[in-house]
Nanobody
Framework: QVQLVESGGGLVQAGGSLRLSCAAS????????MAWFRQAPGKERDFVSL????????RYADSVKGRFTISRDNARNTVYLQMNSLKAEDTAVYYC???????????????????WGQGTQVTVSS
C-alpha cells in the first residue's frame, strides 16, 4: 500500500504560480510512476502530467505544456508540480496518483492508477 498526501494548493491570481507537492509513504520501495490529474466541478478527472519512476521521462497535457513542470525527489518520496502562468481554467482539485504499471505512453488514463491522494484545491482568480 502507498499513501499519498498533496499540499500546496490555494488561491492565486491569474498569471501567478503555485507549487504542488505529493508526499508518498508506505511501500515506497517499488518503482512507481507518478501523475497529477485535476477535476473541475461537474467535469471528469483529467490528466495533467506524469513522470516515470526514475524521473527520466515526463508527459504533459497540451493545455499545460510550457507552463507546468513535473519533477520528483525519490530520496524524499515526493513529486512536485510547478505551475506557472496560471489561468482561470486551471481551477480544479488536483490529485496525485501512483502506479506500478509500465508503459508510460499509456499512463494518461486515471484508470491505470492504483493509489490516489485526497486532492488539493487550486483556485485561480481572473
Amino acid at each position: 500500500q502507498v499513501q499519498l498526501v498533496e499540499s500546496g494548493g490555494g488561491l492565486v491570481q491569474a498569471g501567478g504560480s503555485l507549487r504542488l507537492s505529493c508526499a508518498a509513504s508506505g511501500r515506497t520501495d517499488s518503482r512507481y510512476n507518478m501523475a497529477w490529474f485535476r477535476q473541475a466541478p461537474g467535469k471528469e478527472r483529467d490528466f495533467v502530467s506524469l513522470i516515470n519512476w526514475s524521473g527520466a521521462s515526463t508527459r504533459y497535457a497540451d493545455s499545460v505544456k510550457g507552463r507546468f513542470t513535473i519533477s520528483r525527489d525519490n530520496a524524499r518520496n515526493t513529486v512536485y508540480l510547478q505551475m506557472n502562468s496560471l489561468k482561470a481554467e486551471d481551477t480544479a482539485v488536483y490529485y496525485c496518483a501512483a502506479t506500478a504499471a509500465a508503459g508510460i505512453v499509456y499512463l494518461t488514463t486515471a484508470a491505470r492508477y492504483d493509489y490516489w491522494g485526497q486532492g488539493t484545491q487550486v483556485t485561480v482568480s481572473s
